[in-house]
């Protein structure tokens, strides 16, 4: 398996998994949102980065999404992992592990002193990795819709 930066024609390939994240986390960004993110991913200007995970076959089976932002307690940039998604049949074989340690890659050459993230409580897979490679910060997450 193959961890590397999504290339613009990884479109066709990447949209499938991108969906099937949208399945599990019962929401549809419809296809304005899919193509903006797409294009923020390729555009230089952009703090928003997607790197994929690709077999040996050559099928794209699992995807991370990241970016850069600032910190008001930190003088380095902070890493948000935004999404992350490893197709069904390969989960459990390392790839999510190995995306997100993609990102602690690039966040360290970044300059970044965090990478950090979220989940929905009820992802208890996924927590088992998460817990075994990073910390819980003890922070609730709380929002508001605006507009």
């Keep these: 398996m193959l961890i590397r930066p999504a290339d613009p024609r990884d479109f066709d390939a990447w949209l499938p998994l991108w969906r099937g994240y949208q399945v599990f986390y019962k929401v549809d960004l419809g296809d304005e949102v899919t193509r903006t993110t797409w294009a923020r991913f390729h555009d230089p200007a ?3 980065h997607c790197a994929v995970a690709e077999a040996a076959d050559g099928r794209l089976v699992g995807f991370v999404h990241h970016l850069f932002h600032r910190s008001c307690w930190m003088l380095k940039p902070s890493c948000y992992l935004q999404d992350l998604f490893a ?3 390969v989960r459990g074989t390392g790839v999510g592990r190995a995306l997100i340690e ?4 690039r966040a360290a050459e970044a300059g970044s002193t965090r990478v950090w993230w979220l989940t929905h409580e009820s992802n208890g897979t996924a927590m088992q990795l998460y817990d075994r490679i990073a910390e819980k910060s003890g922070f609730v997450q709380y929002r508001k819709a605006i507009g």
Excluded: K, L, N, T
């Design 46 to 48: 952009e703090p928003m």
């Design 87 to 89: 197709a069904p049949e």
């Design 102 to 105: 993609h990102v602690y890659a």
